[in-house]
C-alpha cells in the first residue's frame, strides 16, 4: 500500500542554518503530497501543499519540490529561527486534495539560539 | 485558530471500558476525519464521515465506529478499550472533493488506558 518514510530525527540545528528534511514515498498513481507541522500541544497545522510532480509548495520560507522521478517531496528553509522548533510530518494523499492522509512518522526539529 | 474543537482534551480511562470523543467542525465544512496518533508516530487515518455516512476506513478494528450528526459534527466511539489505544486523536474537517480541498486539525483528544 501507500506509505512516506522520513528521516528521523531529532534534527538539531543552530539558528540560521540551513535546514532540509527527507520525505520520500511509494504510491500508486499520482498523489498529493504535503507538509504538516505540530507545535507542542497543538494540533497539526498545514505548512505546504503540492498536487502534481515538479509542483514546489512554499510557505513562511519553508518550500519543497515534488519529484516524481525519485519518488521525493524534501523540506528545505534557508535560515531556520528559534520559532521553527516543532515536529514536521510528510505526508500524502491519493486524492488530489487533503483526503485521508497517509502520515509519515514525524521528524522534530529543535533550534537552539 | 482553526475553528475545529475537540472533547475532552484529556481523558484516562481503564482497559476494557468505552470511551466517546467528540469533534465540532469548521463551519462550512461537511467532512470529517478522524486518525490515531500514538506517541512518537505519525498519525494514522481511522475512518472518514461525509454527510453523515462513513466514508473510507483505514485499518482499524470495528471496535472503532463513529458518526457523524446533521450539523457535521462527530463522535468516534471505542469500545473494550486496550492499553494500545492510548493515543493521541486527532479529527480534521474539510469540505469534501477538489484539489484544494484542505483538512483543518483540532488539538486533539489526549487517550491514556490503564
Known amino acids: 500500500g501507500d506509505s512516506v518514510t522520513q528521516m528521523e530525527g531529532p534534527v538539531t540545528l543552530s539558528e540560521e542554518a540551513f535546514l532540509t528534511i527527507n520525505c520520500t514515498y511509494t504510491a500508486t498513481g499520482y498523489p498529493s503530497l504535503f507538509w504538516y507541522v505540530q507545535y507542542p500541544g497543538e494540533g497539526l497545522q498545514l505548512l505546504l501543499k503540492?498536487?502534481?510532480?515538479?509542483d514546489k509548495g512554499s510557505n513562511k520560507g519553508f518550500e519543497a519540490t515534488y519529484r516524481k522521478e525519485t519518488t521525493s517531496f524534501h523540506l528545505e528553509k534557508g535560515s531556520v529561527q528559534v520559532s521553527d522548533s516543532a515536529v514536521y510530518f510528510c505526508?500524502?494523499?491519493?486524492?488530489?486534495?487533503?483526503?485521508?492522509?497517509?502520515f509519515g512518522t514525524g521528524t522534530r526539529l529543535q533550534v537552539f539560539p | 485558530e482553526t475553528g475545529v474543537t475537540q472533547s475532552p482534551t484529556h481523558l484516562i480511562k481503564t482497559r476494557g471500558q468505552q470511551v466517546t470523543l467528540r469533534c465540532s467542525s469548521q463551519s462550512g465544512h461537511n467532512t470529517v476525519s478522524w486518525y490515531q496518533q500514538a506517541l512518537g508516530q505519525g498519525p494514522q487515518f481511522i475512518f472518514q464521515?461525509?454527510?453523515?455516512?462513513?466514508?473510507g476506513r483505514g485499518n482499524f478494528p470495528p471496535r472503532f465506529s463513529g458518526l457523524q450528526f446533521p450539523n457535521y459534527s462527530s463522535e468516534l466511539n471505542v469500545n473494550a478499550l486496550e492499553l494500545d489505544d492510548s493515543a493521541l486523536y486527532l479529527c480534521a474537517s474539510s469540505s469534501q472533493g477538489g484539489v484544494n480541498t484542505e483538512a483543518f486539525f483540532g488539538q486533539g483528544t489526549r487517550l491514556t488506558v490503564v
Open positions: 505526508a500524502l494523499s491519493a486524492l488530489r486534495g487533503a483526503d485521508k492522509l497517509i
Open positions: 464521515y461525509y454527510r453523515e455516512e462513513e466514508n
Open positions: 503540492a498536487t502534481k510532480a515538479d
